[in-house]
């Protein structure tokens, strides 16, 4: 009984020293960063999941607010450089298809036409 007892008390004091480690000396420290900073390799899954909630909904303002958070790009331009890197890196064609509809509603409705009708 005594040697599990041990090894008990050493798992005990090595998470606790860990734990003390970990909390006191080196805690972690938060940067205030914008999903601007993204790469873009993340910045293209966003305006996707964009392009998708906008097959659904048919908002292009919405759209457009969603995509603001990415940076002082305009959302045209972001989802352009979207499309071209989805097509450099091998996105699937019916994603590529999304991004487009979105860009085509965005182009639109900068113009004053307002979204075109899904």
Known sequence: ??????????ILVGAGAGLAYGWFM????????TPATLRMDYKTDYVLMVAEAYEIDKDAA???RRLAVLGE??????VAQAIEFARKVG???????RMQALQTSLEASSLGGGAPAP
């Not at 790009?73 to 972001?78: D, I, K």
């Not at 996105?91 to 298809?97: G, H």
């Open 1 to 10: 009984m005594g040697r599990w007892f041990r090894f008990l008390i050493a």
């Open 26 to 33: 080196q805690p972690v420290k938060s940067v205030d960063i």
């Open 62 to 64: 919405l759209a457009e």
């Open 73 to 78: 790009t305009p959302p045209q331009v972001l």
């Open 91 to 97: 996105y699937s064609e019916p994603d590529i298809s």
